[in-house]
């Protein structure tokens, strides 16, 4: 590097130093904000008040669109606290064991859009109808989940998993709500042909909410 690159690399630090120490100077000298020129990638050459604009118009945009998404968000989850709340009120008010699992079952479907909704427990002895029985280590076995979390689980639908399902259609994505600590009680598996319905980022708390409420009325 040459002496006059050095010598003006030098001027352009004690600038931008003495405007970072004296913000006012523009307020001072406005003249100046017309005059300057920065180059801009989409627009060419603008002035600095231009540029400003450009970029607090960007970050508007910016933000906007965050707020349009995060709108977005709030009505699908209002919507699904809606349902959950009537689903919850529903199995509540269920006067046996077995209206429990006929509505579950049912709304899973009319309310959520479920595919295939299979309840598995582990001990049946009320017999109900429309259940799976099966003993804890088999369903952790066929899920691959030890439920340690009580967490419900969710992403695409495996060999192994498809054997919780009885859908003529082949699943692509599925929920699995654990029943009490560990699935003890057992699980509620959930199946959709829409591959993008259960995903393994997706939040839970919906899922856990029901699986609470259900577990409650089937051990009460």
Known sequence: MGKAAEDLIRVEGKIANYLEKNPEFFERHPQLLEELKINHRVYGSVSLVERQILNLRQRTETMQSRLNEMMDNAHVNSELLVKCSELAVNVIRAESKQQVIDILIE??????????????????????EKVQASDIDTLRKFTDQQFIQDDPVCGRVTESIAQLFESDKPLES????????GAEVGIIALGSHNVELFTADMGTLFLRFIGDVAEACLTK
């Open 107 to 128: 709304q899973m479907h009319d309310y959520f859009d479920i595919d295939d909704c299979q309840v598995w427990l582990c001990n049946n002895k009320d017999n109900l």
């Open 174 to 181: 599925y929920a699995l709500i654990p029943l009490g600590e």
